[in-house]
């Protein structure tokens, strides 16, 4: 008996990109940044609306897109109502995620509390 051939596979996953066909800029909240690839099963409550987003060093997780700043405003509010304190509102150009637009504001949590 000779040496057996098995047969090598190769698994290619594809990236998540963040695309945007009616407009070039849109807004976005993230709600986390990790150097490690998360599970979605850490998103209770708003796993059905979180996106992956890898970059080189950090994976970013947003929740939804909005094609307004206000409507992103109340999503971050709606995020911070959930738990999740640290999220804030990011600008998407031309598919990339840009920089940070609206950090939190303490003011504003201690409002929505009441």
């Not at 407009?23 to 996106?51: H, W």
Request: proline fraction near 3%.
């Amino acid at each position: 008996m000779g040496p057996k051939l098995i047969e090598k596979k190769t698994i290619v996953r594809p990236k998540l990109v963040v695309k945007r066909n009616i407009k070039t800029q849109c807004y976005c909240v993230q709600v986390k940044a990790s150097r490690r690839k998360l599970s979605m099963l850490q998103f209770r409550g708003i796993a059905n609306g979180v996106l992956e987003i890898p970059g080189k060093i950090w994976y970013r997780y947003i929740y939804k897109t909005y094609d307004n700043l206000a409507d992103a405003n109340k999503g971050m509010h709606l995020m911070h109502q959930k738990g999740y304190r640290d999220a804030f509102v990011r600008k998407i150009r031309d598919g990339k995620v840009g920089s940070a637009v609206k950090r939190k504001s303490r003011v504003n949590i201690e409002i929505l509390k009441k």
